[in-house]
């Protein structure tokens, strides 16, 4: 009955130990989705003036004049259907005539989250 007692315990004990690896495997892998949906606005700032101004008015304090049949980025913001999941997929996706930058997903969740930002 001993034999069974530790037996039973052993098994428990690598139940235990197999589900805590499987836990600690999904956090894991869960971190960088978590960081990537949220986006860095300041970095998606940066890129935005480094590529889309251009033509777009990116910041409220931009100088220079953006291209006056292209929406700037805080109408953007303001558009009731303007969500994170619109943005990556119209971000993610050429347009003509804007140029295919070819975004990485951090580089989307980033702008997005820049254009987020701007919502009153």
């Not at 428990?12 to 960081?35: I, N, R, S």
């Not at 101004?53 to 292209?70: E, F, K, L, N, R």
């Not at 005539?97 to 987020?116: E, H, Q």
């Amino acid at each position: 009955m001993a034999a069974s007692a530790g037996g039973r315990r052993m098994r428990l004990a690598w139940k235990g130990a197999v589900a805590g690896l499987g836990l600690a495997a999904l956090a894991a892998l869960a971190q960088p989705a978590v960081a990537q949906e949220d986006g860095d606005r300041l970095a998606g700032h940066e890129l935005a003036m480094r590529w889309c101004s251009s033509c777009h008015v990116v910041d409220p304090a931009q100088q220079t004049q953006g291209i006056d049949a292209v929406p700037t980025f805080a109408s953007v913001a303001g558009m009731r259907s303007t969500t994170l999941s619109s943005l990556r997929v119209f971000l993610s996706t050429p347009h003509t005539p804007m140029p295919d930058f070819k975004l990485t997903r951090d580089d989307i969740a980033n702008v997005s989250a820049y254009i987020l930002s701007l919502r009153r």
